[in-house]
């Protein structure tokens, strides 16, 4: 399945509308070993260094730096010690917002499960190597659909972020209704 790249235009807008807007499209990984697409149909906002649930809440530090990076970039990072997650960066350079990408319907070339961000990164063969890659410029990208399917979208409150106070409570992540790869209903 191949679909259109996604141009740095679309990363550099509001961070909810950029995460809305991602459902639907394809999250494309080509590599010497093959290539792998999965739709995006779960994601959470994280809205700059005021959430508090965002990484860059704490400020720019060398693991959060390429947050306040120009939009359209992947941060790639480690939790718990063993799992990769992903997130695309949006708005304008020094905003720090992104969008994590929390669960893939398998499209091409995957194998595993893909709910929940760390299955998504295993499946999808992306590792901390592919922090700050530019996502319109590499082989790691996201794409729109030669037909983008017609959706309905579900807010519910971001997952794991209970430390955050009342940001946790915000209806911050977006989810296919309906869709049996969403990683929590």
Not at 129 to 150: G, H, K, W
Request: aromatic share 8%.
């Amino acid at each position: 399945m191949k679909g259109t790249k996604l141009p740095r235009s679309f990363y550099d807008r509001d961070t909810i509308e950029v995460a809305r807007d991602l459902l639907g499209k394809l999250l494309v990984h080509e590599t010497a070993g093959g290539r792998r697409v999965g739709r995006i149909v779960e994601v959470e906002a994280y809205l700059g260094e005021h959430d508090l649930a965002a990484h860059s809440s704490k400020g720019r530090t060398e693991r959060t730096k390429v947050m306040f990076g120009p939009p359209g970039h992947a941060y790639v990072y480690l939790i718990y010690g063993m799992h990769c997650c992903m997130n695309v960066v949006t708005q304008r350079e020094g905003h720090a917002s992104a969008v994590l990408l929390r669960a893939l319907e398998p499209v091409e070339g995957l194998e595993g499960r893909t709910q929940g961000p760390g299955l998504l990164c295993r499946a999808m063969g992306i590792d901390r190597t592919l922090n700050a890659v530019d996502l319109t410029a590499r082989t790691l990208y996201i794409a729109s659909a030669r037909q983008e399917p017609d959706i309905t979208i579900v807010k519910r409150p971001r997952i794991g972020v209970d430390y955050a106070g009342h940001w946790a409570r915000r209806l911050l992540r977006f989810y296919v209704k309906g869709n049996a790869f969403v990683s929590k209903v």
